[in-house]
């Protein structure tokens, strides 16, 4: 029998990255799926899109560092961060947008900055907030949910308005976003944040059509089973412990905590936790996107930290700010603040006690110094 | 005499160099940043402040080099920033005069322009210590380095963010520039981020990044050079 020696970490993790990001993405199929059933083709061809411009991007980008690009391309984090950037995007948005959506994700946020590991923000949010607040108004362009659309794009007019802005038949794509009343309609956050700026109440808000009725009544139609899948598949990537459950856990009760605050003190202006749960990117962004290992932070209390404030400033923002949506704007903030929490929640190490960190590091330093 | 005449014309080759490339305000010494990557949204609002950058910061150097016998030192700065401001005054009543629109959209910044660290610097590190003409040229070629790179990202800004370039040519020269405006693409669409603040940082970033590479590829082929030479000297030399 051989004894080798080597030294520690003992026990090596059996995952690798690639296996980590593909299992990621194999877990934001169920949701992937329900965003094509009920906003069509247009979230499939802006995946393909997505991947083959962040692959593209990051292989250019390393050829150009003189690094090895099969090698590093083969851990799957472009393609993720192209998934997760197009999962975000209008599906019927122009080609070209979301090219630069992804080159601004590859380039400057991930490549710029080092690669895979080096990012202070996460790449796929920094490119949809590029997006976001370069292309406001197409930004905003989503098609009503399968089953209040009155015109439903195949396949063929998909690809056609994503390339040309005209479907087969000549429809742009302000006629396709024309629900069964005629009304052009809203995403469920849109269409709160416009009753209430009209002076409506939030409680008359959901009964609109956007909105399922019944006994979830602000679960936005489509939109709440698209979360509920993300939801599901984050709770697939906990059981398996490729995330932590502490990041997605204290988004969801920030979310909560704050929302049911605002919420009690005046239901008629603000949205109760399961209207913000369950509408927009929450889901997404607490299981998908937060979770990020490189850019979130590292330490177990800060986990909680980062979490919770993510799902704060989401309410906040939503609800005071000029966005309808802003989970990507807590995450990219949160990101910011990383070093800072990280800084402040180093837990203890054994045999050593937490008081005067200062005073020991201190002298610490004085002993090297000496 | 003729020698004299030679390191003269050296001293102001180096002060161009200085000023244009190597120790460049924007790019290198990173000095006023503020008016930099907050007017620089368009071409002509970057020539505007650039125009009204180096005519205080020539105006300031002369002055100081001038003074530069009696101004105690203890009371330097004051001094320097009394006379900065006072062209800088002068500026401002200028271009109220003659260029209204454009004074109006560059609004703060022009009386702003008395904080650029890149006068006051210029006025403490050169001026305060050398000759009034030499003074005067570091002025110009300071000043000209600023100007430069203020057009140069306002020009990339208005290109990629609102698809124009000279738009709005006549609110520094006149009405004779009212056609200058090139237009490059036209549509609903403009990409809004260049025109935004970010706008400014990210090309900034880009525009040191460029100066960098080019710096490291001028490097790399002087020390080709310098092997060169430095193999024949030792072939030579008597050790």
Known sequence: MILGTSSSPHHTARRSTQIIMQLVMLAAIPGLLAQWYFFGWGVVIQLALAIVTCVGCEALVLALRKKPVVFVLNDYSAVLTGWLLAICLPPLLPWWMTVIGCVFAIVIAKQLYGGLGFNIFNPAMIGYVVLLISFPAQMSQWLPVNGLAELSPSLLDSLSVIFTGFTVSGHDIEQLRYTIDGVTSATPLDSVRTAITLNNTYSDAINSPVFNGGLLASWGAGWGWISAFYLLGGIALIMANIINWRIPVSVLVGVAITATVLNLLNGDLYGSAVYHWFNGAVMVGAFFIATDPVSASTTAKGKVVFGALIGFWIVIIRTFGGYPDAVAFSILFLNMSVPLIDYYTQPRTYGHSTKNRAENSAEKRKKKSN | ?239
């Not at chain 2, 200058?180 to 990044?209: E, K, R």
């Open chain 2, 1 to 239: 005499m003729s020698n004299e005449d030679n390191s003269q014309k050296d001293m102001f080759k180096d002060l161009a160099i200085q000023g244009l490339w190597k120790n460049n305000p924007a790019l290198v010494q990173l000095l006023g940043l503020c008016p930099l990557l907050a007017v620089t949204s368009t071409f002509i609002n970057g020539l505007g402040l650039g125009l009204a950058t180096l005519i205080v910061l020539i105006g300031s150097n002369i002055t100081v080099s001038v003074v530069r016998q009696w101004v105690p030192n203890e009371i330097r700065i004051p001094v320097f920033v009394m006379i900065i401001a006072a062209y800088v005054t002068v500026i401002e009543l200028l271009m109220n005069a003659y260029t209204y629109n454009l004074y109006l959209t560059l609004g703060i910044f022009i009386p702003l322009i008395v904080t650029n660290c890149a006068i006051i610097g210029r006025a403490e590190a050169f001026a305060s210590k050398n000759s009034v003409l030499l003074s005067a040229f570091d002025g110009l070629t300071m000043g000209m380095g600023f100007t430069v790179v203020l057009v140069l990202l306002g020009g990339l800004r208005e290109i990629i963010g609102a698809g124009t370039l000279f738009a709005g040519a006549e609110r520094l020269f006149g009405d004779i520039a009212a056609g200058w405006s090139i237009t490059f693409y036209q549509g609903d669409t403009t990409f809004l981020l260049a025109i935004l603040p970010p706008g400014a940082f990210l090309g900034m970033g880009l525009i040191i990044a460029v100066k960098n590479s080019i710096d490291a590829k001028l490097e790399k082929v002087q020390t080709k050079k310098n092997t060169v030479t430095i193999q024949r000297a030792r072939v030579t030399t008597e050790v």
